[in-house]
């Protein structure tokens, strides 16, 4: 567990120096309109580093070391000798590719700015039920469901929220870092999806 508290303590402490340094949230924040315009792609993976409030950073931290921990394992398990990098390229280029449509989506807005790790917080707990479907899951320890029927509520929740567009959540980052999440797996060990379904039929 070595690495995800590695991953845990990077994120605290970068998002606690963006906080001292409001410029340096601003310089680091995914703002699609400068990655564009002004090639700053590198919004695209430091935006996962930076969070806006205590709340934010606690939620997806705390929910990191729940499912972080158990990917890990799982990895260090499956992939002995390619843990030390696959993990953390797993969660890197999770936030990476669960920004790409933000940034195509808003690429024309100045204004708009999103941050936060839970595009690649998304993939682990997606990743996580893809091995073990039937594990209750408890969101926040208030709502207690089947890790697959979790999983398929958020993914619904996401689209229709995104669509909606109606609060300040990059729920596009949720969905895309979700199903980044499943993709990844499935790509690494195709035969997860085999086991995934004999659990149901």
């Given amino acids: 567990m070595n ?6 303590a990077c994120i605290g402490f970068i998002t606690y120096l963006a906080w001292q340094k409001p410029e340096w949230q601003k310089r680091l924040m995914l703002n699609p309109y400068s990655a564009v315009h002004q090639k700053e792609y590198w919004r695209l993976l430091t935006s996962g580093f930076v969070h806006n409030s205590g709340m ?17 394992q799982i990895f260090s398990a499956y992939f002995p000798e ?19 449509p933000t940034l195509w989506k808003y690429r024309t807005h100045p204004g708009y700015n999103s ?4 595009g690649g917080v998304s993939a682990f707990v997606l990743a996580f039920i893809l091995f073990d479907p039937l ?9 207690c469901l089947p890790g697959y029927l979790l999983g398929l509520l958020f993914i619904l929740y996401s689209i229709v929220m995104s669509k ?7 729920h596009d980052a949720h969905l895309f870092g979700a199903l ?4 990844f797996i499935l790509f690494l060990r195709p035969d997860t999806l085999g086991a995934f379904l004999n659990v149901f039929f």
């Fill in 3 to 8: 690495l995800t508290y590695a991953l845990m």
């Fill in 56 to 72: 934010h950073l606690l939620l997806n931290l705390f929910t990191l070391y729940f499912f972080g921990t158990a990917i890990e």
């Fill in 82 to 100: 390619e843990v030390i990098w696959l993990y953390p390229f797993f969660f890197l280029s999770a936030i990476v590719v669960a920004n790409l």
């Fill in 115 to 118: 941050l936060g790790a839970s």
């Fill in 135 to 143: 594990r209750d899951l408890c969101l926040y320890g208030l709502l």
């Fill in 164 to 170: 909606r567009g109606s609060d300040n959540i990059n």
């Fill in 180 to 183: 980044y999440g499943l993709l």
